[in-house]
């Protein structure tokens, strides 16, 4: 459903003015993970969930987890390493059941973390046994989304959101096993899917197959905001984990450059990007979730050199004040557009488990930035 509701004037992202201390930043990012772990340890499912949210291996929890690695390497609180180390240790450190799905491997991600910070080896061990066997049996099949009968497209990188998923857990395969057949594959994939789901003009990746004509209400493109923030997360993620003199970062680092001039085009004056990215900012609802894909996005972008600071870190100040206007007092983290695949209506009290990830995602970036607490981009410069 595309929007077409008429925004609020103003939020109270446009007026407030969040302190941009590191310790700040990570506060708010600590108070968003009680308020979740909490309302997971209670059993809390969102009115707006679907048959994944309970998937204690899913897509749904597995980003949370994955966002929840980034504040345990920073957190002097340990909650969040041994809530990372029992859920591998709950899930048999396995990945979830369809095997080629990169829904599935998500969580993953989260394994190879703790196999570095306690959980050991063993931690690797299903999760390389899962990416062996799709290796000897690597699927072939087009990436027509749901165009040919007895076809799934899904057993490949179809749909922009896979690579969020799959990517980064196969780059860190290598990185933690020193096999490089798993980054290849992931490289290869990723260029399969990039050749097919990236608009060359607008720099922006289609949802899947089925986007490719379809138009919003006054003619444009549609580009789904948590879609790209999928992708341009999992682009840095998988960046991450290549060393630098691989010679397929090139043509990643490209593709990042080029949706971060793109999404820094039309990032909206509070701060956050619209649902559908090319839609009429002025009907556009507040969203959090692909806003702080990309401000994550950005933030890594800068401290690694593949985005000048002078020219985006006025971008990552924006949606970083965008996110803290979602977090609710309680720490619940609002704004989340509930399981979709298209733009879709949102409001202040939706959220879910991937949003919160996101947030953390982003908000361990924005604090690894170190910027000070003026509303003025930092003196120091990098490119």
Request: proline share 7%; glycine share 8%; with cysteine.
């Amino acid at each position: 459903m595309l929007l077409a509701l008429q925004a609020p004037a103003a939020t109270a992202a446009t007026s407030a003015q969040p302190t941009l201390a590191p310790d700040a930043v990570l506060a708010l990012a600590e108070r968003a993970a009680d308020y979740q772990l909490a309302s997971m340890a209670a059993g809390w499912v969102p009115a707006n969930a679907a048959y994944e949210t309970p998937d204690r291996k899913g897509w749904v929890q597995g980003a949370f987890f994955v966002g929840l690695t980034d504040l345990a390497a920073r957190s002097s609180r340990p909650i969040y390493r041994q809530t990372i180390l029992l859920r591998g240790i709950a899930n048999e450190w396995k990945l979830d059941e369809r095997l080629y799905h990169a829904d599935d491997q998500v969580i993953g991600q989260s394994y190879i973390w703790a196999a570095a910070n306690g959980a050991g080896p063993e931690a690797l061990a299903p999760s390389r046994k899962a990416l062996d066997q799709i290796l000897e049996k690597r699927p072939r099949v087009p990436l027509g989304f749901f165009t040919e009968a007895g076809v799934d497209c899904q057993t490949r990188w179809c749909w922009c959101d896979a690579l969020f998923m799959a990517p980064p857990l196969w780059a860190q395969m290598s990185r933690a096993t020193g096999d490089t057949r798993y980054a290849s594959f992931a490289k290869e994939e990723l260029k399969v899917t990039t050749d097919y789901l990236f608009d060359p003009k607008e720099h922006l990746y289609y949802r899947d197959s089925r986007f490719f004509d379809r138009r919003g209400p006054d003619g444009e493109k549609i580009f789904w905001s948590r879609g790209n923030g999928w992708v341009f997360a999992g682009l840095a993620r998988t960046l991450e984990a290549l060393p630098k003199t691989d010679p397929g970062r090139g043509a990643i680092e490209t593709t990042f450059r080029q949706m971060a001039a793109r999404l820094r085009g039309i990032q909206k004056p509070d701060g956050y990007w619209s649902p559908s990215l090319l839609g009429n900012p002025a009907k556009s609802l507040p969203e959090s979730s692909g806003t702080a894909f990309y401000t994550y996005g950005f933030a890594w972008g800068i401290r690694n050199g593949l985005l000048d600071r002078a020219g985006y870190e006025p971008v990552v100040r924006r949606g970083w004040r965008a996110l803290t206007a979602s977090v609710h007092p309680s720490g619940k983290v609002g704004h989340v557009q509930p399981i979709g695949d298209s733009p879709d209506n949102v409001t202040h009290d939706d959220t879910q488990y991937y949003g919160v990830g996101a947030f953390l995602m982003a908000a361990t970036a924005v604090a690894d930035l170190k910027l000070d607490a003026s509303n003025q981009p930092s003196k120091a410069t990098s490119k």
